[in-house]
């Protein structure tokens, strides 16, 4: 039988019909062995197919041929990029690049790797070109839209995600990366829609359910935020990785379920080769710390940490930071910067390149201080640049991965019972994991009027985010209202969304929407400083009040809290506990209710707590810095003693 033509098996590929071509062109090679052309279309029907692998090596017979072919060189970038390989890749579309500058898919591929390689602005020339000699392309304006967006231009990415749209209107990933913009905005009666229509385009996917329960919960919409509680556990379980872990914590407390999503989540990141740190651990003067983190800038958790950092004993300890969030140029960031003995800046560099640096300065212990939080970056971990790798303070929950080696945690927030849900050998520090800065600035108190409140009455307060409102803990705020004559509820102003739902929803248990009062965004100091104006902090769950909780104790306010069932949802009580407050935390919604009505109705019992908050303020362990300083470097140095017996 004589062998098709290679125009056949191009058809055929053309076709999409992939397995179909590959057979054609492997029937042309048999007649013809060595030919380039069967050769390329072989290994870009193994490219489609998803063989990479194959497909690599199909290209690299190509070039052994013709070296300086530009559509072999692209395709083999591509190729590369599929592996995560975005280093060797970014060669092989530059050199077609050299052949013929104007190739418009080698620019975009070139674009696609500095991306990877977190060289945005090199990146963003690369798409612009591309733009200008592709204009019809969706590819290149949504990658431009992608960098945008990781550059911090959400707006300009929106125009660039909709161009791409209109040019493919069933851009999976599009529809998607706009909503994810449009929720980065607050604005998340427009991304519901986005994840609404993914959901016609792909019924049932995880992604949009995803963001679609993010959106409700954000918005405070509690008739959705319902609809999709049970479907996240149902999706969590069917192993969907697009389940993101900090939407899962504001709907769930079951320690399991949330162990099998973080786990869900690291199957995303790409597998590495390591250990990269080959020095003799723990065989120095001193320990090195690696502090890895998105923000060293003015932060709440910087705010929290800069005196820890000051206040390691350089004796026995090298602290350097790992940066790979934004410069935001403020007082924080200078003090943060001050106070490592080294800092770098690893925006620009890869993962990999991340962890080599950090694997090249000797570090012993690398402390992950973002978890599976927004902008973290779990794959610079992956490729193990320190012997012990430990999750601390960002993320309240295990990360699911075995290359993470110690959570750092307490008996409240984390009791060892709950080891079987992490993954991280939990370490407890004897009074509280969470660190405070015992130098915080606050502002002049404003007046009532100044802060939008009553002159008169009692003032419940809940500054935490409005997404971590639920509507049973909202009933509780509204009985509270109706119990506490002339009382108001003070709130944070998150969006306009939020506050439109949460007046709604006081106005459908037959409360004034003017009882609820929402307090605009200030800077740190300042927002410290008006918490003075609360008489009683009320905490939320499933997700408690972690800084918010430590900012109304620095300033005098208590907190009645209720401890749930996982790490997140315990936090306020650890802190409770930590200041010698454990009165203050109920166990069930009655107690909780209960508590802050006695408190709210009985004045001499709120003074009296009151006065003894204050004299714990500066005796309790919770902001003693230097104290927990200590506590923290003995944990270090046990984990130096005992490192082989961890699990790697």
Not at 99 to 106: G, H, I, R, T
Not at 140 to 155: E, K, N
Not at 513 to 532: D, G, K, T, Y
Request: charge should be neutral; include cysteine; hydrophobic fraction near 45%.
């Amino acid at each position: 039988m004589p062998s098709p033509p290679p125009q056949s098996a191009q058809s055929l590929l053309l076709a999409g019909r992939y397995a179909e071509a590959l057979s054609a062109f492997e029937i042309a090679l048999a007649a013809r062995p060595g030919a380039a052309e069967a050769l390329f279309g072989r290994a870009t029907a193994l490219k489609l197919m998803g063989r990479m692998e194959e497909a690599r090596a199909g290209y690299d017979a190509v070039l052994a041929k013709m070296p300086g072919a530009p559509g072999a060189l692209n395709n083999r970038g591509e190729v590369l990029l599929a592996l995560s390989r975005p280093d060797e890749a970014l060669k092989d579309f530059e050199r077609a690049l050299s052949f013929k500058p104007d190739f418009p898919p080698a620019l975009l591929g070139r674009g696609i790797a500095l991306q990877r390689l977190h060289r945005s602005n090199d990146a963003l020339v690369c798409f612009e070109r591309a733009c200008a000699l592709w204009p019809d392309s969706p590819d290149v304006f949504f990658h431009r839209g992608l960098v945008l967006a990781q550059m911090g231009y959400p707006l300009e990415a929106l125009l660039d995600y909709d161009r791409t749209i209109a040019l493919q209107p069933d851009s999976v990933a599009a529809i998607n990366n706009r909503s994810v913009t449009l929720i980065a905005l607050r604005r998340f009666a427009e991304a519901a829609k986005g994840y609404a229509m993914l959901d016609q385009l792909v019924p049932g996917n995880a992604q949009s359910l995803s963001g679609l329960a993010g959106a409700a919960m954000h918005a405070c919409d509690w008739t959705r935020r319902q609809e999709f509680s049970e479907k996240i556990a149902v999706a969590i379980r069917a192993g969907h990785r697009e389940i993101q872990p900090g939407t899962a914590l504001g709907y769930l407390s079951d320690p399991a379920l949330l162990l099998v999503c973080a786990k869900n989540a690291m199957k995303s990141l790409p597998s590495a080769s390591g250990p990269l740190w080959k020095h003799k651990p723990f065989s120095g003067e001193k320990i090195k710390l690696a502090y890895c983190s998105a923000d060293f800038y003015s932060h709440a958790t910087s705010r929290l940490m800069a005196g820890l950092f000051e206040r390691h004993d350089r004796r026995r300890f090298e602290v350097i930071g790992i940066s790979f969030g934004p410069d935001d140029s403020s007082p924080m960031r200078g003090r943060v910067v001050k106070a490592f003995d080294q800092f770098h800046d690893v925006r620009l560099k890869s993962e990999r390149d991340s962890a080599a640096l950090i694997a090249g300065l000797g570090v012993d212990i690398a402390i992950d201080l973002k978890g599976l939080t927004a902008d973290s970056r779990p794959g610079i971990f992956v490729w193990r640049p320190a012997p012990v790798q430990v999750n601390y303070l960002g993320y309240p929950g295990t990360m699911g991965a075995d290359f993470m080696d110690v959570i750092i945690a307490d008996p409240v927030v984390l009791p060892m019972a709950q080891q079987a849900f992490y993954t991280e050998k939990i370490v407890h520090l004897p009074d509280c994991y969470q660190v405070n800065d015992a130098s915080r600035a606050v502002a002049p108190a404003p007046t009532r009027a100044e802060a939008g409140l009553p002159a008169s009455g009692f003032v419940f307060c809940c500054h935490n985010n409005n997404w971590k409102i639920t509507g049973p803990i909202f009933d509780v705020w509204m009985r509270l209202l109706r119990a506490v004559p002339d009382s108001v509820l003070w709130l944070l102003q998150d969006n306009e969304e939020a506050a439109l739902n949460l007046r709604r929803e006081a106005q459908t248990r037959g409360m004034t929407a003017a009882r609820l009062i929402f307090a605009s965004r200030v800077s740190p100091e300042e927002h410290l400083a008006r918490h003075r104006l609360a008489d009683l902090f009320l905490d939320t769950l499933p997700y408690n009040a972690h800084t918010g909780a430590s900012d109304a104790l620095w300033v005098g306010v208590p907190p009645v809290t209720l401890k749930g069932e996982s790490f997140h949802g315990r936090v306020a009580a650890s802190i409770l506990c930590a200041i010698g407050l454990p009165e203050l935390v109920a166990e069930t919604l009655t107690d909780y209710e209960s508590l802050a009505l006695a408190l709210a109705t009985d004045g001499p019992r709120l003074a009296a707590l009151r006065e003894k908050l204050e004299a714990n303020r500066n005796t309790a362990p919770l902001f003693d810095t230097a104290r927990f300083t200590r506590n923290l470097e003995a944990a270090y140095e046990k984990m130096g003693q005992g490192w082989t017996a961890l699990p790697r």
